[in-house]
């Protein structure tokens, strides 16, 4: 089955400018929305406290449980609705592992009094230290950093410097974004999404070695042709798969997404984002970055030799 014409030619590299000008912006703008936020929603995990997922019968509003929760003084507790038919509530309260039980009893206690005792149903309480909260966070974002770093050592070793930078920038670049795009949407940050973050950098990385390995093959049969004609070439010749690879898991993303449950819907967003800007990495980015570096080594090696005729020419006239 053949999606794509083996002899199809896409100029992908020769508007390399834009496509890095939209990732520029893109990475800026993703910035812009966590710091615009406040910050990421971190969860439970990350920060510490008591997580009690509620159901309701029958539909509530944020505003109504609010009123319940307020008059118990527990700080600054975070009232989320959880599904999509406003009967689910997560509710987060900034409390230490010792206050846990007695904060659940009185929790339940004045909701039983505002909406009855058969009315809801807690489905799960977890509870965080603060101390292991703050750990599991630091530990979180060095394994995401680490991995994108050892992620282009590997390439550097295999291929070479302009490979495994280009690599690297795209992988932060992938990474950046799908954070972005779980600010805007005001995701939870918790395990789940940095074992989301790590699957990308996998998933990325890897569609970045097939084509990288596809350029080394030309490189070695066309010495004589340009760089970003065989970049272009290598991209082109790989499409077919890069299509087929993401639209395949892409589906199954989906499906987790819309049938997996509200449980996992951060974690399939993060993968849905994550394999759709992958791949767009993966063709326009890592290409581009390579190409612009090849152009900066060589501009910046004749830059010397341009200088000789006009030293020349200065000794001729001395003499």
Do not use: C
């Amino acid at each position: 089955m053949e999606l794509i014409k083996p002899d199809i030619n896409i100029d992908f590299v020769g508007y390399k400018n834009t496509w890095l000008g939209i990732s520029a912006v893109a990475i800026v703008l993703s910035i812009v929305i966590v710091l615009f936020r406040g910050g990421l929603n971190y969860g439970i995990d990350f920060t510490g406290g008591v997580m009690v997922h509620l159901r309701f019968a029958q539909a509530r509003s944020v505003s109504d449980v609010r009123d319940a929760v307020l008059p118990l003084n527990f700080g600054e507790s975070n009232i989320q609705d959880y599904g999509t038919e406003g009967t689910e509530f997560l509710i987060r309260l900034p409390l230490a592992a010792s206050e846990v039980k007695d904060a659940s009893d009185k929790l339940t206690g004045a909701l039983q009094d505002k909406f009855g005792k058969e009315s809801f149903q807690v489905l799960r309480v977890e509870v965080v230290g603060p101390r292991v909260g703050n750990e599991l966070r630091q530990r979180a974002l060095l394994a995401v950093f680490f991995s994108t770093i050892m992620m282009g050592a590997y390439i550097w070793l295999r291929f070479e410097w302009r490979f495994a930078i280009g690599a690297a920038l795209a992988l932060m670049h992938d990474v950046v974004i799908t954070i972005g795009a779980l600010a805007l949407f005001h995701y939870e940050f918790d395990l789940t999404i940095i074992a989301a973050l790590l699957t990308v950098v996998g998933f990325s990385v890897n569609d970045t070695v097939i084509v990288s390995d596809r350029i080394r093959e030309n490189l070695r049969k066309n010495r004589r042709e340009s760089l970003s004609s065989l970049i272009n070439r290598s991209i082109n010749e790989t499409l077919s798969r890069t299509i087929l690879t993401t639209g395949t898991t892409v589906v199954v993303t989906l499906a987790l997404f819309f049938l997996g449950g509200n449980v996992i819907h951060g974690f399939a967003f993060a993968l849905l984002i994550g394999f759709i800007v992958g791949t767009y990495s993966t063709v326009y980015v890592a290409g581009a970055i390579v190409l612009s570096l090849d152009n900066l080594v060589k501009g910046t090696k004749a830059a010397p030799a341009a200088m000789k005729p006009a030293a020349a020419v200065t000794k001729a006239a001395k003499k």
